[in-house]
């Protein structure tokens, strides 16, 4: 099976690399702040387990990177855990932001242990996410190092700006599908481009190479929130986890939403209530269809993934891992199919 | 004067660095983000000006020992900035932590702007710190500019786990001073000693002497904070802007207070309380001094102080940064006097 790299390789020595790194927190008064990150990635407490651990993708689409580059993906397993644990920081703090209670089934950090820890924990992740990145000096040169970081710093950057956006979007009454791109482009794509373009890097590919995988990244994590934004108004139950409309339920601002409230005047009338009712939920749902905001999100994903797509093509990529990556991508631009 | 150097060099220059850093967010969908920055760091919004700026004492302590250790402090200038920043970071969200409304006289960010906006705001801050820090490879080899940043990732885990200790005390009954010099130590001292240890490398220091610099900071750090919890209930209020005993007040376990729930059980009687009326604050503070706490605490406070002098001593400080080091430090411990 082409994933069975991902799974028999990657996987296992991804959360050994991880658990090393949590690891730098130790000694008997701070035995409660591992318990909490140890919580956090699915390790411990009530839930643990695989299904509260999420799937990894980044990291994944790093080491993966690294091998269709022609390098070793083991070397790189520092700058994955560093990608994977960034994530995560940034998920604590989002779910204070969003007021969010749960997570993958299981109450979230704040929930547990209240905002200031929460909060805390999360700032704990962002440090060891940067540990781990400078610890690719094992395997690489200072420069290579350095310049790895530097990327890494700008992401993080551009994903607060783009959480920025995101928190001002939710008072205002107009946002347009430009501003809304650029919020995802900082809050989403970033990361999968950096994961993507690092791995590159860190596979010895030329600076060619690099911008190509760059621009796979960064179209296949457009492409892959816009098809979130889908499947949380058209989204099959059975398949995503998540009942359909929700999005609409909770007032989230997404392509479909931000484009209906642009082009239907039904439509934005009708949203301009505190809640719906679940009568309002299905007309909304179906004022969105005649406005075209569906046909056009899918569109929209499509256009993404082919762009995608087409970068991939000029990475070039090598062996396995150029089969896995391409796997990969179709299994997850047809999860709601 | 000894301490020019600070007013009319270093700090001028600083300024200029830290705006600098802060301007790498621009473009007009993030003015808003950048204001809230500003504000924070005082140069913006009602209240703005050097009274709202914080004493930039740890950039300042990096500069003087880049100079006191032979070397040119302006080449240390993306550092200073570095843990400037970091240490606002750190402010900020400590501000959401305690849920305090004011700091230097102004409303927190979390009250003007909101808990969502204020976490990351801190975040894009905690970004910038570290972009500030790897620039310093414009005058140091990428080796160097790493041991930096892996010494700067370290000092912001201490700081975490201080935080965590720091939270957690304030639901447990009984926490010893040896508890609370683990949390001073991560929480304040850390980033002090690492300052000027930072600063000593960025002077060409050998490792003794950076050593000798990094004993100073740590141990300077311990005294300060000893000598703000001393303050916190006997300072005067006419020179700390603090009115006396409001760490009684505010139900603080500071050093002297730790104290005093560990040997006095009157004190502890009395303290086990939801809120004091003034008189209860007088009592206590009376107990807390009878008990031996006040003596104990300036004891200490002078300990520290004294093994600082002695590392100082050790770490053969140079020219006008030397003089203006040990004035400097003369300034901040008779602080109350």
Known sequence: MALDILSKKYLPALEVELRSVINE???????????????????????????????????LLLLLATNAAGGDWKSALPAAAGIELLHNFSLIHDDIEDKSPTRRN?????????????????????SLAFVSMSSLDKYYSAEITLNVIRLFENTVLALTKGQFLDISFEDRDEVSIDEYMQMISGKTAALIGTSIEIGAILGNADAETQGAFRDFGTNLGLAFQIQDDYLGIWGDENLTGKSTAT????KKKTYPIIYGLNESKSFRKLWNKDSFSENEVEQLARILEASGAREKTRADEEKYINEARTALTRAHPMGEAAVALQTLIDQLMNRSQ
Do not use: C
């Open 247 to 250: 999005d609409i339920q909770e």
């Open 25 to 59: 927190i130790n000694g008997t008064p701070y035995q409660q702040l591992k318990y909490m990150l140890n919580y956090h990635m699915g390790w411990e407490g009530k839930g643990a387990g695989l299904q509260s651990q999420g799937k990894r993708i980044r990291p």
């Open 106 to 126: 299981r109450p979230t950090l704040w929930q547990n242990w209240g905002v200031p820890q929460a909060i805390n924990t999360g700032d704990a992740l962002f």
